[in-house]
């Protein structure tokens, strides 16, 4: 689920792909300039109603327009592979880009004394049509009765799935449904302090995306009580350089979670418009100067590490433009991003798909050569010492299996080197013997490479360890 989660989030940052303005007119007598006539955008929501007001933290996203736009369709594609990735995962048989007009994430720790916390959590969907179970399930289920709701509950995955009206479609673990029902009935459960409804005056805001979210008291609390037993923990007469680095950042995380009130947010990216915007308020105004210096200071780094997050390979230096700003007004952080640098980022994401699904193809390609060969040891006693002695006893027939997907053009020699072991080499710790290896050209190399070792399984590991077990390999072979 914390891949949907993350889907979900990345679909509350990105903005519309918009064409480029066109070019200016001649100059013409003065006339009343043309203005774009900005749609109204609908704040009510049925999802708003089933948020529970002691929710520990709620998020709402309205992108129901976002889908339609061109940066989408670029992220979609399924040559893209990002689709697929990020939403691969979801248990409901229903597309994103027709099927849903809004979404809340709540969540809710279960805290018991002397146990520790568990996880409450539940997806609420607003629908753009009528919705039958047979819409939305992949395999046939039976229904469970849930106490406290009237409307059948089904089991997918681990939660339970309820249709409570034709286009509201609630997924929740099974000990959160019966809270999220009763959010609706105004039946709060007792002595729980409620954290107040979701900024929704915020998402009157025009744009293709607009989002809301707020954290309860008691979630703040908890998470005061985790950062003392962190401090307890970290800082002592003997800490050293390491641990007192990952407490600074544990703390300055806490300071902003605690400070922060509420989070909301609107993209709108017509033609005339060029950057994406959002806001952060804080109870306290000193935490709107402090955060903006932090968001600076991650600015460059991010963008760097983002494409190796999601499976490229990171920046070695940072882009010239810039990738956002922030600044502080009163207790709130506004933060813009130009639209050319989220369109860099979709390109950064879309490259590093591409490259993690070449690796997987190309690892494939590896255990497939590595079958071929056991049966040829088998069969001859001996390992091949070349790639072409499979090929003339028929044990590899298609040529594609020697290249790798993962580079954009392939050597002549094939894109994989072959290690000639012995039986008696390969007998000695086979599962650290290279066996064959990815080959890159000599002034690109990768970090990191896929190998397959004799045992016959393949890991992907970085260069430096790749080489001291090719060392040992050949150190085995008397090389």
Not at 270 to 282: N, Y
Not at 309 to 329: H, I, K, S, T
Request: charged share 20%; with cysteine.
């Amino acid at each position: 689920m914390a891949r949907i989660t993350l889907a979900l989030l990345l679909l509350a940052t990105a903005p519309l792909y918009a064409e480029a303005p066109p070019e200016a007119a001649p100059a013409a007598p003065a006339v009343p300039p043309v203005v774009a006539e900005i749609p109204p955008v609908e704040t009510s929501s049925p999802v708003l109603a089933y948020v529970p007001d002691a929710a520990d933290l709620a998020i709402f996203v309205r992108a129901n327009q976002l889908t339609r736009s061109a940066l989408w369709k670029k992220f979609a594609a399924p040559e893209a592979g990002l689709y697929k990735k990020y939403f691969g995962a979801l248990p409901l048989a229903i597309n994103l880009e027709d099927d849903v007009a809004a979404a809340a994430i709540v969540f809710e720790l279960a805290l018991e004394e002397g146990e520790p916390p568990g996880l409450r959590y539940a997806f609420i969907l607003e629908m753009n049509r009528d919705v039958r179970l047979g819409d939305l399930v992949k395999e046939p289920v039976q229904p469970r009765t849930v106490e406290g709701v009237k409307t059948p509950a089904y089991p997918v995955g681990n939660l339970l799935l309820v249709i409570l009206q034709p286009r509201l479609v609630v997924l929740a673990t099974d000990d959160y449904l019966a809270r999220i029902v009763r959010s609706r009935e105004g039946q709060p459960e007792a002595g729980v302090k409620a954290a107040g409804p979701l900024p929704v005056d915020a998402l009157a805001a025009p744009g293709e995306v607009t989002f809301a979210a707020r954290m309860s008291p008691a979630f703040k609390e908890s998470l005061r009580g985790e950062y003392t037993k962190m401090h307890r923990r970290t800082l002592g007469s003997d800490v050293g350089f390491e641990r007192v680095m990952e407490f600074s950042l544990y703390y300055n995380l806490c300071r902003v979670a605690l400070e922060a009130e509420s989070a909301t947010g609107s993209v709108y990216l017509p033609r005339e418009t060029d950057a994406l915007r959002a806001e952060v308020r804080f109870a306290s105004k000193a935490m709107a100067p402090f955060t903006v210096a932090v968001l600076q200071a991650m600015a460059d780094p991010l963008q760097m590490g983002l494409p190796a997050l999601f499976g490229g390979a990171p920046l070695d230096e940072p882009p010239a433009a810039l990738f956002y700003r922030a600044v502080a007004d009163g207790p709130a952080v506004k933060i813009t991003m130009p639209r050319a640098a989220m369109e860099r980022l979709v390109d950064q994401l879309v490259e590093a798909s591409r490259a993690g699904a070449g690796r997987t193809v190309s690892a494939e390609h590896l255990r497939t050569l590595g079958a071929a060969i056991q049966t040829f040891v088998t069969a001859r006693g001996r390992h091949p010492a070349t790639w072409s002695e499979l090929v003339r006893a028929a044990l590899v027939l298609d040529a594609a299996l020697f290249e790798n997907p993962a580079l954009k053009t392939h050597l002549a020699a094939g894109d994989y080197e072959l290690v000639p072991l012995t039986k008696a080499s390969a007998a000695q710790k086979p599962y650290a013997k290279v066996l064959a290896y990815e080959v890159y050209p000599k002034d690109a190399p990768p970090p990191s490479l896929n190998v397959l070792f004799a045992d016959g399984h393949v890991e992907y590991i970085e260069q430096s360890r790749f080489r001291e077990l090719y060392k040992e390999t050949l150190e085995s072979l008397g090389r």
